[in-house]
């Protein structure tokens, strides 16, 4: 008896499927990486933000807490009466503290907005404390307070009959870190943030 055997042949993949599949993987691979860096880029971009915000209102209250205890304000108008002169607007505020008052020093403490050389990059604002007790005045300390400020602005406005500082207005503008910025697009970037604040001294209440 004669017994037949077909044997099967086990059929591989071809060339052009094999293209067909590395080409749909490759394209998954990809969109799937870009959804990836979309989303690492967004939350940077909303981490910014959030750092933004918290650390300029920080230090906008900070500023407005010395300004409700502080005493004899600059810079002053050399006229309080001349509406060209009064508000004064500046790019810095200065004052002395009532502990320093307290304590019969006479210590100058300053907020300054400082630009960057590089007027594309923002600049910093600068926390400074002078001993105006000596003549000249000497540099006891200063250090940056908040980096990242595009514009700060301080309005004072000085009343007319007691020549005190009636208010004063903050200003700041933040704008994202410039080396994130190198790495994202415009449209990813987080806006820029802007804190407008004012306080009246204690002193006129």
Known sequence: ??????????RGF????????LAITSSLLT?????????FKRY???????????????VTHRILSQVRTGTTFG????????PALNPVIADNIEFITEADRAAGLNRVTRFEFRPDV???????????????DVDPAVLLQER???????????????????????RATIDIT??????????????????SVRLIASATPRQLR
Do not use: C, K
Request: proline fraction near 8%; hydrophobic fraction near 50%; aromatic fraction near 6%.
């Open 118 to 132: 590089d007027p594309t990059r923002p600049g910093v604002l600068w926390y400074v404390l002078i001993n105006a």
């Open 31 to 39: 969109a799937m990486l870009v959804a990836l860096d979309f989303s």
């Open 1 to 10: 008896m004669r017994i037949n055997t077909i044997t099967t042949r086990r």
């Open 75 to 82: 810079p002053a108008p050399a006229d309080v009466l001349d």
């Open 144 to 166: 940056p307070l908040l980096s990242g400020v595009r514009a700060a602005q301080f309005t004072m406005d000085f009343d007319e009959e007691t020549w005190l500082l009636d």
């Open 174 to 191: 933040l704008d994202p870190d410039p080396d994130l910025a190198a790495n994202m697009s415009v449209a990813e970037l987080p806006d």
């Open 44 to 58: 940077q971009a909303t981490s910014e933000s959030a750092s933004m915000h918290v650390v300029g209102r920080l």
């Open 14 to 21: 071809s060339l052009v499927e094999m293209l067909i599949a």
